[in-house]
Each structure stands twice: as structure tokens, then as C-alpha cells.
């Protein structure tokens, strides 16, 4: 069964880093390509970042663009997001998802940007 | 950018049948996914490429998508279809996922 797991959420404080990683298992990870999609409390879905499958084509939210960095590392089943230059609204819960019709899901890992 | 709307909700009484829309523009030409999100859960693909159903879906769940609107259609539906439900896209010309801001199924 496919599984995507979501680590390194936390407390940061504004202008500070953070680095998430989502595991992949249960599929061929460098077949498909990934999405980072957030919640913030209460709110809708937000698509982040996308990554093709050999990291050939990435594409970011106008809201994270220049702060946030997608990359995967194939042979470890693993995609990132580093995120830098953080500001409150990008408290949320963070997703990966598998491919552009976001078939698989992470259980998410919270990020909360406050002082 | 490519805007999706949707209703923010729907009520429907059990036994009945939902039907939750999405308008873009020329949405018809693209392909359309629907996810259900419950309370404290991660979303889940219910409908993708317009009408198709993931494994394990039940065939309650419906989609189409025509012209300048998209609509998951639940038929028959129980108490425990209540969540919230997004539309998304893949816009090409702007290379962004865009998600509709979500609509909330009430059974009542």
C-alpha cells in the first residue's frame, strides 16, 4: 500500500528555517511526481510546490516563491521542502502528496510560525 | 491565475442525493479531481480525471464536467459523508495545482 509520511514540522519563530521531509514506501517513488500542499487552521488547501519525477520541472506558489526550495532524493523515497524566511501566515499543516491528482496523502505535519 | 469557485455549502438529507459544483473557466477542458476532507484527517481522492472513482470509493461518488462547471454528484448519502469537499486543477499556462476554496457537505 502507498504511504507517504510527513517529519520535521515544529515552533519557529518568524524569519526563521525549517526543513520537512516526506517519506515514501509501498510504490515506486521515482516514477511520480510530488506536490507540497498546506492547511492553515481553519482554511482551505493550498497547493506549494511541485516536482517531476527527476527534479527536471519545479514549480512554486507565488506565496512561497524565492523562500520555499522542493527537491526529492529517489534513491532514499524521500521529497523536502525547505523553507526559509518564514512569516505567520505560513503557519499550517504541510502535506506531501503523490502525483498531479494528488492520489496519495501524508498524515501532514504542523508548522507554527509565531514569536 | 485560474480561479475555481465553489459553493461554500450544500445540505442534503440522508437518502439523498449532493451534487457540489465547481466553475472555472473552459474547466471542460481540463481535468477535473475531487477530494473529501474530514475533521482532523487528510484529504482524500473520492473522483479523479472528472468521473473516475480510486479503489475502495464507493459508487455513490460521481463526477462530470462540461463546458464552464464541474459537479460531484453523491447519491444516496449518509451521515457519513459529511466533511468538506475541494475541486482541483492542473492550470498549465500558470504551471500551478489549483485547489476551489471548499464546500461543506452537511447531512442534515
Known amino acids: 500500500e502507498a504511504q507517504l509520511v510527513e517529519s520535521g514540522g515544529g515552533l519557529v519563530q518568524p524569519g526563521g528555517s525549517l526543513r520537512l521531509s516526506c517519506a515514501a514506501s509501498g510504490f515506486t517513488f521515482s516514477s511520480y511526481s510530488m506536490n507540497w500542499v498546506r492547511q492553515a487552521p481553519g482554511k482551505g488547501l493550498e497547493w506549494v510546490s511541485y516536482i517531476s519525477t527527476s527534479s527536471s520541472s519545479i514549480y512554486y506558489a507565488d506565496s512561497v516563491k524565492g523562500r520555499f526550495t522542493i527537491s526529492r532524493d529517489n534513491a532514499k523515497n524521500s521529497l523536502y521542502l525547505q523553507m526559509n524566511s518564514l512569516r505567520a501566515e505560513d503557519t499550517a499543516v504541510y502535506y506531501c502528496?503523490?502525483?498531479?491528482?494528488?492520489?496519495?496523502w501524508g498524515q501532514g505535519t504542523l508548522v507554527t510560525v509565531s514569536s | 491565475s485560474y480561479v475555481l469557485t465553489q459553493p461554500p455549502s450544500v445540505s442534503v438529507a440522508p437518502g439523498q442525493t449532493a451534487r457540489i459544483t465547481c466553475g472555472g473557466n473552459?474547466?471542460?477542458?481540463?481535468?477535473v479531481h475531487w477530494y473529501q476532507q474530514k475533521p482532523g484527517q487528510a484529504p482524500v481522492l473520492v473522483v479523479y480525471?472528472?468521473?473516475d472513482r480510486p479503489s475502495g470509493i464507493p459508487e455513490r461518488f460521481s463526477g462530470s464536467n462540461s463546458g464552464n462547471t464541474a459537479t460531484l454528484t453523491i447519491s444516496r448519502v449518509e451521515a457519513g459523508d459529511e466533511a468538506d469537499y475541494y475541486c482541483?486543477?492542473?492550470?498549465?499556462?500558470?504551471?500551478?495545482?489549483?485547489f476551489g476554496g471548499g464546500t461543506k457537505l452537511t447531512v442534515l
Open positions: 473552459n474547466i471542460g477542458s481540463k481535468s
Open positions: 502528496a503523490r502525483d498531479l491528482s494528488l492520489k496519495v
Open positions: 480525471d472528472d468521473s
Open positions: 482541483q486543477v492542473w492550470d498549465s499556462s500558470s504551471a500551478h495545482v489549483v
